[in-house]
């Protein structure tokens, strides 16, 4: 066996120590380490790497939109995250873009190569943490019968409300015009059965 290892990664003193230790590593090869999204998108799909070790945070395009596009021209490539990156959101849409698994750079290094080599089996690896956010949120989802009645839409205006922004304010960050946020407040409302924003949520983020 001889993983072969794309590293997509700007930071020179990291990706120089992954590739390292990856060239060193009987059974895998460091093939090629691209410094920014554009270039990975150029030369991934003319070469048969099986994983591909891929940051978020690029100049350009992000890691995730990197995987977005080179997943279907590169189906049988394994893309895994490996990020300082920790939220859920950052997590979720990774997984949605195409990734088959999540790492932090924290990872020690025996449980990177153990995570390349399970990815490349048809594992998904993840740091334990990022595994157990993944769990909570969709515990939280599931016991949270009232969000459930909300459209994703309707979440994130939720969202910004309970953070206490203002109707423009949502606006803008959602790029819809005040009158379209206000139109889905009036359906937040309607469908927890309330006439107010601390209702709403109470009802949804009570304990």
Not at 38 to 66: N, R
Request: glycine share 4%.
């Amino acid at each position: 066996m001889n993983i072969q290892v794309g590293i997509v990664e700007d930071e020179k003193q990291i990706h120089s120590a992954i590739s390292s230790l990856i060239n060193g590593s009987e059974g895998f090869s460091c093939i090629h380490v691209f410094e920014n999204a554009e270039e990975a998108i150029s030369v991934i799909p003319t070469l048969e790497l099986d994983v591909v070790l891929m940051d978020i945070h690029l100049p350009g395009k992000s890691g995730i939109e990197c995987v977005a596009i080179l997943k279907p021209l590169c189906p049988k490539t394994q893309f895994m995250m490996f990020t300082s990156f920790e939220d859920t959101e950052s997590v979720f849409k990774a997984l949605k873009a195409g990734a088959t698994g999540y790492l932090t750079k924290t990872t020690q290094p025996t449980k990177i190569l153990d995570s390349i080599t399970d990815v490349y089996r048809g594992g998904s690896p993840m740091s334990s943490h990022i595994a157990r956010k993944i769990v909570t949120s969709f515990q939280v989802e599931d016991n949270n019968k009232e969000l459930q009645k909300l459209s994703l839409r309707e979440k994130e205006v939720l969202d910004l409300l309970s953070k206490g922004l203002r109707y423009k304010e949502i606006a803008d960050q959602l790029f819809l015009s005040t009158e379209t946020v206000r139109t889905h407040i009036r359906n937040i409302y309607e469908k927890l059965q309330v006439n107010s924003r601390t209702d709403a949520l109470n009802k949804v983020f009570r304990k």
